[in-house]
């Protein structure tokens, strides 16, 4: 709560020095991160009969991403991207989508971009929505057949991107492929809340990876690889560093695979004991856990996130360090029981095709979150059309200052608050102190959103004052 103490005698429109101002307690805003492959690197086979756009060749986001497969120019209409937004996750409300890690693009141009500028157009907001400009690479410099680089999409209101930088094997990009193991570039990306200052208590990394593909001791000895060069990559970091491991690992068989138990290892392969990671759907890193055979455990089935149209595999993962996933405090922390493969909770068959009647993952979970009501029944046949991958959702909450008065200005009887350090959606009500005797109705509670991402705003309560005898005022916040 803010006192704001008023002195008597104030002209008008003066804008008025504060004597006093009592900081609120320190507030959180809700990220939902994606992790999604989208399949825009290989040529893709019509996989329903209703789709009137076949990509042929590589290149642009397939039917259903961001439009329906029926009609793939009706950005308004939405796609799997504005559905995640609609979706409440447990406890945890609808929220539009705030960073989603991209697997299998071609080029920021292509594949990216119209990303951004499907989302920019359904929520009605010019640059909502923007990407890395870094291009990441890969093994041979072909974006194609299944080889495409890693990117980022993310909302600028809520977070801003620091720096893009690109994790490589000894010796650089030369290196790409079977002599590292790592055949896509790895990108580590930071982030911290938008509308406020980095610090160490909001900043956040992201690695996003592809690791190389097929079973087999040869194809596990090259995901290895790549994971030693990510842990080790790691402790170049702050030691409290708050981390996901987030994209496309590849775990085809089971969870004793090496480069997997490394993600998860306390130490990293140069000794230094920083970075573990925590599987939230597999607490005590166990290497006995079968993820490509036939099964009927729900356990197993909704860790499974491919392919959408036959679904058999755990190849997508948000790995998060121990401190993000025990909630210590100051800094990022996941919010328990939002992890989940979107369009799966476990009850289709090992096999099944999200687009049956079988699937009933969405079925009681959406709320209007847009301008349009994307129906469960549309989001099974646009997560088929998508990419054969279903995207991986987890919400996560970040600490961000308390809102703080930056200036107050009186005009007649109407009080003006401006506020630093909102949040979205934030919903401000200016009440009054017991000494002042004009009546609580005289008072506006005004519902605001931030304007850009600057996390500013005004607030004008209006018939607030009585001129003659001014005294204290408080704002609230009210989440």
Not at 217 to 238: F, H, M, S, V
């Amino acid at each position: 709560m803010f006192s704001v103490h008023l002195r008597t005698g104030v002209l008008a429109g003066i804008v008025l020095a504060l004597a006093a101002v009592q900081l609120a307690s320190a507030q959180t805003r809700t990220l939902r991160i994606v992790c999604y492959n989208i399949e825009c690197d290989t040529t893709v086979n019509n996989k329903q009969a209703t789709f009137t756009n076949v990509v042929t060749t590589p290149g642009p986001p397939l039917p259903g991403l961001f439009a329906p497969p029926t009609n793939s120019t009706s950005l308004t209409s939405g796609g799997v991207l504005e559905g995640i937004g609609e979706e409440n996750v447990g406890n945890d409300p609808a929220q539009v989508i705030d960073i989603v890690t991209l697997e299998e693009t071609t080029s920021n141009p292509t594949t990216v971009a119209p990303i951004d500028n499907a989302l920019n157009t359904f929520y009605n907001s010019p640059g909502m929505y923007t990407n890395s400009t870094y291009q990441a690479t890969e093994s041979g410099n072909d974006p194609s057949t299944g080889n495409g680089p890693n990117a980022v999409v993310y909302n600028t209101k809520t977070v801003q991107l620091l720096a893009s930088t690109p994790v490589d094997p000894p010796g650089g990009t030369g290196n790409l492929g079977s002599s590292s193991g790592e055949y896509r570039e790895v990108m580590r990306y930071e982030f911290a809340p938008a509308g406020v200052a980095p610090a160490a208590t909001n900043e956040f990394y992201i690695y996003v990876s592809h690791y190389k593909a097929s079973s087999g001791t040869t194809d596990d000895a090259y995901r290895l690889g790549e994971a030693k060069i990510i842990r080790n990559d790691e402790t170049t970091l702050p030691a409290t560093a708050r981390v996901l491991y987030v994209g496309d690992y590849n775990v085809d068989d089971n969870s004793s695979e090496p480069g997997y138990q490394t993600i998860l290892s306390n130490t990293a392969p140069n000794g230094i004991q920083q970075g573990q990671g925590i599987d939230p759907l597999n607490l005590t890193a166990s290497t006995t856990v079968n993820w490509s055979s036939s099964t009927t455990q729900t356990n197993i089935l909704f860790m499974l996130t491919e392919e959408a149209y036959d679904l058999r595999y755990r190849d997508d993962l948000q790995i998060m360090t121990t401190n993000v996933y025990y909630g210590v405090p100051g800094g990022l922390q996941y919010v328990p029981g939002t992890y989940h493969g979107f369009g799966n909770n476990g009850g289709m068959k090992w096999g099944g095709n999200v687009s049956t009647n079988s699937d009933t993952a969405l079925n009681s979970d959406l709320v209007t979150n847009g301008p349009v009501f994307i129906t469960a029944t549309q989001l099974y046949i646009d997560l088929t059309g998508g990419s054969d991958h279903l995207p991986l959702v987890a919400d996560y909450t970040i600490p961000i200052p308390a809102p703080g008065i930056s200036s107050l200005s009186l005009m007649g009887t109407n009080l003006t608050f401006n506020v630093a350090n909102s949040i979205t959606g934030g919903v401000f009500t200016v009440l009054m102190s017991t000494n002042i005797s004009l009546p609580l109705t005289n008072w506006t509670a005004v519902a605001t959103n931030i304007v850009g991402n600057t996390g500013s705003l005004s607030i004008t309560a209006t018939n607030a004052v009585n001129p003659a005898s001014p005294g204290q005022f408080y704002l609230l916040q009210e989440k």
